[in-house]
């Protein structure tokens, strides 16, 4: 749907609040148009395709520990 949707053309920022693989494919899409894609996660949970194509990673038990 967000492809569909051409959500690239309107955002220029997107927070994923998941680091599993269901976001593997709009990441680099989104990332290649230009959109900023921070992904806020668990360590070990992390999926790599999102490593890899994420703009910035927050890991939550670093962000809740500080």
């Known amino acids: 749907m967000a492809v ?3 959500i690239d ?5 997107v927070v994923i ?3 599993g693989g269901y976001f593997a494919g709009l ?9 900023h894609v ?3 996660t668990r ?3 992390l999926c790599s395709r999102l ?8 890991y939550l038990d670093a962000a809740l520990a500080a």
């Open 4 to 6: 569909r949707d051409r």
């Open 17 to 19: 609040g998941s680091g």
């Open 51 to 58: 490593y890899v194509a994420a703009s910035d990673i927050t």
């Open 27 to 35: 990441v680099p899409w989104l990332t290649a148009a230009g959109v």
């Open 38 to 40: 921070t992904v806020v």
């Open 9 to 13: 053309l309107r955002l220029e920022w």
């Open 43 to 45: 360590h070990h949970v």
